[in-house]
């Protein structure tokens, strides 16, 4: 079996790095995912998947930060016009880009999952010739639009990995659904993806990084705790407007409400049992310079080493934008556009990719487990299967890269892709080959 994915992988190698080429050229970024994920289900169709999408794989109440219609419609349409379909994406309307790709096989299995996210930066790429993209024809024909997360090489990982399983049908037992997420960026699409329902009666979870603490060629890492739980939020003053010289007395200023809102968010304690963090990341607010500002916007985040320190962190945030907009005698709205929980792979399933990866040359340094240290949406997935007595783990899967992720200048050594693609297939076939 091990040579078989060996033969198949290097079979689709090129296929593989053309695909990340072009899923680089044209990116999307959260809940705009047109065009890579109507290009993918023709794709994953082809090789036998059976495929749902829209409602059914994403659930409207649960999707979190989501744009404005203008810009989906704008999005929809430059995706038909860079070759997506229109049919299939007539069908994601608003911003359901996220789909799942189904094989059942022969006799009874387990249900093994894999998740893979599909979206892009709000980061415009370098346009100079030391990065390589750009040199060689494949850097991002969407202004302000860059996969700089490696989330290209994710989807190309993904279909090469469906092209390997469907090679083995016959040999394997159980079942095999591929979870193509959109909006990972700002922890936002997870959630209303597990909302529909994609992760239940999974018996086994797999998601995966490409390079990331994974630094360098030849490293993976196998399994991920410490995920930390993080909440965004996009909080509105409003107020009331005035002439600052004439009437200043009948305003109310939610500039004001929304500096002493940032200035004490910042205050907030530290928490003797873990790591907080926060975040006033974007603040705008008011128009003419004699006018008392009757609007405000405040973007913030929390996090926390656990879901309940993350918890504390939010709470006190609530206080603090209640109190601040009362000082001033402004109202206040709270949109919570994304977060993510915390979250621990399961021993056994690190135990199990480690087993995978001898004998794949590619990988000289195998580590077991890494504190992750950022946020992951995953960890909605990975909860509800656990909760359902379910196991799952997070990968990271190394790849020299030429500057760090969310960077302009961020490229992937391209060797990666197929050993990603060999590993994650030979943990699914020893997943779906038990006795
Ligand atoms: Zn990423």
């Known amino acids: 079996m091990h040579a078989h994915i060996r033969r198949r992988t290097g079979e689709l190698e090129q296929g593989i790095i053309e ?24 794709k994953l169709a082809s090789l036998g998947y059976v495929i749902k999408m829209g409602e059914e794989t994403n659930r409207p109440g ?55 996210d599909m979206d892009a930066n709000d980061i415009t790429e370098a346009g100079d010739a030391s990065h390589r993209p750009f040199r060689e024809g494949f850097s991002s024909v969407n202004r302000g639009v860059m996969h700089a997360c490696g989330h290209d090489a994710h989807v190309a990982i993904g279909i090469g990995v469906a092209g390997v399983i469907a090679s083995l049908k016959d040999r394997l037992k159980g079942s095999l659904r591929l979870i193509f997420q959109p909006a990972e960026e700002g922890v936002r699409g997870a959630k209303a993806m597990v909302g529909a329902g994609v992760t239940r009666g999974i018996n086994f979870l ?31 003053f409003t107020g009331e407007s005035a002439h600052a010289g ?40 008011g128009e003419g310079r004699n006018t008392i500002p009757a609007k405000a916007l405040l973007a ?15 709470q006190e945030a609530g206080r603090i934008v209640e109190a601040a907009a009362g000082m001033y005698g402004c109202s206040y709205d709270v949109d919570v556009v994304g977060g993510s929980i915390s979250g621990e ?15 794949i040359p590619f990988y000289d340094e195998v580590i077991r487990m890494r504190e992750f240290g950022g946020g992951e949406d995953f960890s909605y997935m990975l909860k509800d299967v656990q909760e359902q007595g379910g196991q799952g783990t997070y990968i990271q899967v190394g790849a020299d890269r030429t500057a760090g992720h969310h960077n302009e200048k961020f490229d992937l050594d391209e060797a990666g892709l197929a050993p990603a693609v060999e590993l994650l297939s030979r943990s699914i076939v020893s997943l779906l080959t038990r006795p």
């Open 206 to 236: 797999l998601g995966s990084h490409i390079s990331f603490q994974a630094s360098r060629s030849g490293m993976l890492i196998c399994g991920a705790k410490g995920f930390l739980a993080s909440t965004k939020w996009d909080v509105a």
């Open 300 to 314: 913030m985040e929390t996090r926390g080493l656990t879901t309940e320190l993350d918890g504390y962190m939010l």
């Open 62 to 116: 649960d999707m979190r930060g989501v744009p404005h219609k203008d810009i989906l419609a704008s999005c929809r349409q430059r995706a038909v016009s860079q070759g997506g379909d229109p049919g299939l994406i007539s069908v994601m309307a608003d911003g359901l880009t996220g789909f799942t790709a189904d094989m059942t096989f022969g006799g009874d299995g387990p249900k093994v999952g894999c998740r893979v």
């Open 19 to 42: 695909c990340r080429r072009d899923l680089h050229k044209y990116p999307e970024t959260g809940w705009t995912e047109f065009r890579t994920a109507s290009m993918t289900i023709k």
């Open 246 to 285: 004439a009437a200043p007395q009948n305003g109310r200023n939610a500039l004001l409400a929304a500096c002493v809102a940032s200035l004490n968010l910042h205050a907030i304690s530290r928490h003797a049992d873990g790591a907080t963090r926060i975040n006033v990341g974007r603040l705008s607010a």
């Open 345 to 359: 792979s399961d021993a056994e399933m690190v135990d199990m990719v480690a087993e995978a990866a001898k004998g």
